[in-house]
Nanobody, 123 residues
Framework: QVQLVESGGGLVQAGGSLRLSCGASGRSFATYAMGWFRQAPGKAREFVAA????????YYADSVKGRFTISRDNAKNTVYLRMDSLKPEDTAVYYCAGSMNTYRLRQTQGDYWGQGTQVTVSS
């Protein structure tokens, strides 16, 4: 089992930045591809970004490409999501998840999920 805990959410003005963190405990963090997802009220959970085991490959949803950056520190068992140029439409609960590969994450399929952290962007 892998336990995931997100942090770093909050309220920010449009154009601002936030960095989300997701700490992992349990089975080896470095054996999992990691991803970030979000769910806005009344909408389905959607893929945001994914990163492979080593951090050498990253993937982004078109809606965040060029504004968000996913990274990981395997020594700290942590994956990050740096969010710049935030827009009101980025408002959602953000979740991190782990899976065997980035393909599954891009299909919004995770094996382990965190509890989520709220991000609210005011206009």
């Amino acid at each position: 089992q892998v336990q995931l805990v997100e942090s770093g959410g909050g309220l920010v003005q449009a154009g601002g930045s936030l960095r989300l963190s997701c700490g992992a405990s349990g089975r080896s963090f470095a054996t999992y591809a990691m991803g970030w997802f979000r769910q806005a009220p009344g909408k389905a959970r959607e893929f945001v970004a994914a990163i492979n085991l080593s951090g050498s490959s990253t993937y982004y949803a078109d809606s965040v490409k060029g504004r968000f950056t996913i990274s990981r520190d395997n020594a700290k068992n942590t994956v990050y999501l740096r969010m710049d140029s935030l827009k009101p439409e980025d408002t959602a609960v953000y979740y991190c998840a782990g899976s065997m590969n980035t393909y599954r994450l891009r299909q919004t399929q995770g094996d382990y999920w965190g509890q989520g952290t709220q991000v609210t962007v005011s206009s």
